[in-house]
């Protein structure tokens, strides 16, 4: 993993390398319908917010192995473009959307994305902006691609149980990074394949306010919670006022295991 210095702090660059270590055994993982908890709980909440797609060009950000990309085909979607830095993840990809109306790119979500402005009607990004460097930059680029009006579903581990964790075992993950694109927790093992830097990110200050000022509007939010006895819990927030000083999600009871977080917003036309 090489050095690269970020403002004043230097910190470990995340590199294709890093996921392509382990592209192999999450695949196996993954499959072509997800893990358990995806199953049952989190494609079918996002499948509920990102509503009709037949005849819609879709951004499918982190695509990964592809089950995704050929999931949004197989709801109607007529073309999928996904983007993924992962080499190898790509390469699985393309064997399981082949014959598909599926267009995969290596590319890193912090970058200039290889798609025309106003292309798309939909973006989904599924637990992948956790790892993006430059999420400003992502924001830019997704409002650039959207068509006036379309809409991006984002889903993101819950930072407040992130925050928690990371701060009771720094021995295991490294002491956070501050960095120009928020704290940076070193070391996120993946299976003990891999290491990959992960940041904490807070949800107001560096998902909702800079969707805002970049011209979305907030539609709805989603929190899913998979409890230690198996028990599947979401909440539902799509009556916020204001999703900044409106009441806040994630603060759930201790018990729970995962603690994910779906937002929607939608592209305002000028």
């Given amino acids: 993993m090489s050095e690269a210095t970020i403002g004043d702090s230097s910190v470990p660059k995340q590199v294709p390398d890093s996921w392509d270590s382990f592209a192999v055994s999450y695949d196996a993982r993954e499959g072509d319908t997800g893990d358990e908890f995806r199953q049952r709980l989190y494609d079918p909440a996002v499948e509920s917010m990102i509503g009709d797609v037949v005849g819609a060009t879709v951004l499918d950000a982190g695509c990964g192995n592809g089950y995704w990309a050929k999931k949004?085909?197989?709801?109607?979607?007529?073309?999928?473009i996904g983007v993924d830095s992962?080499?190898?993840l790509i390469d699985i990809a393309r064997k399981r959307t082949e014959g598909l109306p599926?267009?995969?790119?290596?590319?890193?979500?912090?970058?200039?994305l290889p798609l025309e402005s106003e292309s798309c009607d939909l973006a989904v990004a599924n637990m992948v902006l956790d790892y993006v460097d430059n999420l400003d930059k992502f924001i830019s680029e997704a409002h650039r691609v959207l068509k006036p009006n379309g809409?991006?579903?984002i889903g993101i581990q819950n930072p407040y149980y992130n925050m928690i964790d990371f701060n009771m075992n720094r021995e295991k993950y490294g002491e956070p990074i501050e960095t120009n694109f928020g704290f940076k927790v070193p070391k996120l093992s993946f299976e003990g394949q891999a290491e990959v830097p992960v940041y904490a990110r807070q949800l107001s200050n560096d998902y909702i306010d800079p969707m805002l000022k970049k011209?979305?509007?907030?539609e709805k939010a989603k929190e899913i919670w998979n409890t230690k006895d198996g028990k599947a819990v979401t909440h539902d927030n799509v009556n916020m006022d204001h999703p900044i000083e409106g009441p806040v999600i994630g603060?759930?009871?201790p018990e729970e295991e995962s603690r994910v977080m779906l937002y929607e917003f939608s592209k305002e036309a000028a």
């Avoid at 599926?102 to 200039?112: G, K, N, P, Q, T």
């Avoid at 011209?215 to 907030?218: A, D, E, L, P, R």
Wanted: glycine share 12%; no cysteine; aromatic share 6%.
């Fill in 86 to 88: 992962s080499e190898k």
């Fill in 151 to 153: 809409k991006i579903v």
């Fill in 102 to 112: 599926v267009e995969l790119h290596v590319a890193d979500l912090s970058e200039d």
């Fill in 215 to 218: 011209g979305f509007k907030f």
């Fill in 72 to 80: 949004l085909v197989g709801l109607g979607a007529a073309k999928v």
């Fill in 251 to 253: 603060m759930g009871i």
